[in-house]
């Protein structure tokens, strides 16, 4: 088995400031992801990486920036935050990208309070 | 368009009955759908799969029919339990990454 740690856990931020959030893994997985998750709502893709130093845009990628330069690790950029924003930052890990029997594995979430 | 579809948004049942929750499905090239849950404020954790060679997948009480015809899965949780409360995501796999549908939260009152 592995896991996933994020921090921080918490993160109150404040409008206009860049912020950044840290996800480790220990399962040796090739591919990981940026999730942003809305109160209520559904899972959006920001960036994910099938590889050390590979980075692709998701959906969700304007006004963030990824990091992945070491195969354990991917960091997240809120380039400049935006007032009153709120969601939970989701990172997930998975053996190999997508196809059948691909799982994604997430870790606890970052909750983003921007002020 | 990509999209995977969820019904519906919500839903409550008593303890005991059969929950159905839908899902569908519009691009012909997905080959595999996952099912997540998600407990409030925990992560989503894989639930239960299936993939296009398949029209039934069973895992103890919860059961994927897949309709590949009309692009249309269901996730069907027989005698409904409390602890089985949580947001239930149906996924599709295209392309290196998943396309998540945007979840029913399932109530199973006592």
């Known amino acids: 088995g592995g896991i996933i740690t994020q921090t921080p856990k918490f993160l109150i931020g404040q409008e206009g400031q860049k912020l950044t959030l840290k996800c480790q893994q220990n399962?040796?997985?090739?591919?990981m992801y940026w999730y942003r998750q809305d109160s209520g709502k559904g899972l959006r893709l920001i960036y994910y990486?099938?590889?050390?130093?590979?980075?692709q845009k998701g959906d969700l990628s304007e006004g963030y920036d990824a990091s992945r330069e070491k195969k354990s690790s991917f960091s997240l950029t809120v380039t400049s935050a935006q007032k009153n924003e709120m969601a939970v930052f989701l990172c997930?890990?998975?053996?190999?990208?997508?196809?059948?029997?691909?799982?994604?594995?997430f870790g606890p979430g970052t909750r983003l309070l921007v002020l | 368009q990509q999209q995977v579809r969820q019904s519906p948004q919500s839903l409550t049942v008593w303890e005991g009955e059969t929950t159905i929750l839908n899902c569908s499905y519009e691009?012909?090239?997905?080959?595999?759908f996952p099912w997540y849950r998600q407990f409030p404020g925990k992560s989503p954790a894989l639930l239960i799969a299936i993939s296009l060679v398949s029209n039934k997948k069973e895992d103890g009480r919860f059961t994927i029919f897949f309709n590949k015809r009309e692009k249309k899965l269901s996730l069907h949780i027989t005698d409904s339990q409390p602890g089985d409360s949580a947001t239930y995501f149906c996924?599709?796999?295209?392309?290196?990454?998943?396309?998540w549908g945007s979840g029913t939260k399932l109530i199973i009152k006592p």
């Open positions: 990486s099938i590889t050390e130093n590979d980075l």
């Open positions: 399962f040796n997985h090739d591919t």
């Open positions: 691009d012909s090239t997905f080959d595999y």
């Open positions: 997930a890990s998975s053996i190999r990208t997508g196809g059948v029997g691909d799982t994604q594995y």
């Open positions: 996924a599709a796999d295209s392309n290196y990454q998943l396309i």
